[in-house]
């Protein structure tokens, strides 16, 4: 993996099932290790806002949240920023600024970070649990495979 500096970070409630997907995924893959010191996971609860302060000096920001698409459970969406704008999704989660509102304050601020979004289809996001449903535990494997790649893709 080349220098680049990258942020990944998973948002989302993990009191509430699938709503705390991003966090889990991130958290999970930090576990694993391997990663250059260039590479930064965060777990980023439900306050996207939080995330500005620390993209000083990063080169690419990662992005994953439960996000509904209207696609079956367990769907992935990578997206950019733009193609967040025109989807229409009902938000990424239940933060106090969506996603895209959050990465166009921090444009304004002068972080113009290219940014890759993926979203996972939720199941169950109304359930007290701090486990996933089974739908997206099964896949777990999967996104993890996926998030590594994207990962290194753009280390690349």
Do not use: C, W
């Not at 998973?10 to 999970?28: A, I, M, Q, S």
């Not at 995330?51 to 439960?66: Q, R």
């Not at 933060?95 to 169950?124: C, K, M, W």
Request: glycine share 10%; hydrophobic share 40%; proline share 5%.
């Amino acid at each position: 993996m080349a220098d680049k500096r990258i942020l990944v970070v998973g948002f989302g409630n993990t009191l509430l099932r699938d709503e705390g997907v991003g966090v889990h995924l991130v958290g999970d893959l930090q576990s694993r290790g391997g990663f250059p010191q260039t590479v930064e996971f965060r777990r980023g609860g439900t306050s996207s806002l939080d995330i500005i302060p620390y993209l000083a000096g990063i080169d690419h920001l990662i992005i994953v949240d439960a996000m509904k698409g209207g696609d079956k459970p367990g769907t992935v969406y990578r997206l950019t920023p733009a193609e967040l704008k025109t989807t229409e999704v009902s938000g990424l989660s239940l933060h106090q600024l969506d996603v895209s509102q959050t990465l166009a304050l921090a444009a304004r601020l002068g972080y113009n970070t290219p940014t890759t979004i993926l979203g996972i289809e939720p199941f169950n996001m109304t359930d007290h649990s701090l486990e996933l449903s089974p739908v997206l535990q099964a896949k777990m494997p999967e996104y993890l495979k996926i998030l590594e790649d994207l990962v290194k893709e753009i280390a690349a």
